[in-house]
């Protein structure tokens, strides 16, 4: 489940191949006026896609089994 969206891409238009990363949500819970989460057991720590489109990283982003934040940036950048 998608809880924040973190749009990072300097090419905001471009929608057919990004890279996106998600992280469990409760990795926020130190930002300052923020929602916190609790940890579960099985949360994913992170994941990414590099190259897919951005309806392809809500979808993957919306079916991780756990609550996550979504980072998205423009292809080539923020991924390992």
Known sequence: MICNIIDSRKRPYRWKRINAIVEATWHDNAIPDGDTSERGPDDIVYDDREGISLSDAI??????????????????????
């Open 59 to 80: 979808a993957w982003a919306h079916s991780v089994p756990c609550r996550v934040t979504l980072f998205l940036y423009d292809e080539g950048c923020g991924t390992s």
